[in-house]
């Protein structure tokens, strides 16, 4: 029950989504780091470029030039965040989709081997309790032909009834 009340709470919170990039709530604790980390370097990678490759003229060309190379380093990054967001995402779902299915194959494999092992306990635990009833019900019947055959060697009168059969 618990899975599956799990498994609610989680398709309930991946279908709110958390920001511009459509990123479920679930995974933003992922998303947001890789996206301001990748959005660092892609800034730093496109400001260095414009510094160190900038145009003859002055640094309002160069200004220019990075900011319009920002833009896109920045739709990368966000870019590149979602896809590996997706894709942890789906790799995690799939896990767990497999987890239950073999945690379901395992159940059933253990609950098999209980049944056989119950079935092999009730089968020797007859033929045992047949085994050792008969060998007490012989018991009685030797005791009581002992105890027979003495009185008549004696010459005794023999009035004990013979064992049941119960």
Not at 53 to 81: C, F, K, M, N, Q
Not at 89 to 99: E, F, G, N, V
Not at 109 to 126: I, V
């Amino acid at each position: 029950m618990r899975l599956e009340e799990e498994t609610a709470a989680a398709t309930a919170s991946a279908t709110r989504r958390e920001s511009i990039w459509s990123v479920s709530e679930r995974w933003k604790a992922l998303y947001f780091p890789l996206f301001t980390a990748l959005t660092i370097i892609g800034v730093g990678y496109v400001v260095w470029h414009g510094l160190t490759h900038r145009p003859e003229g002055d640094i309002h060309d160069a200004t220019a030039a990075i900011i319009l190379r920002l833009a896109p380093a920045i739709i990368a990054a966000a870019g590149v965040s979602v896809v590996t967001t997706e894709l942890v995402r789906y790799a995690t779902m799939l896990s767990d989709i497999l987890r239950e299915k073999v945690d379901k194959w395992i159940a059933k494999s253990r609950a098999e081997e209980r049944e056989k092992a119950n079935a092999k306990g009730r089968t020797e635990g007859r033929t045992e309790g047949r085994t050792e009833g008969h060998a007490e019900r012989q018991n009685l019947w030797l005791d009581w032909n002992g105890r027979r055959l003495e009185a008549e060697t004696k010459g005794e009168p023999f009035t004990e009834p013979p064992p049941s059969l119960d």
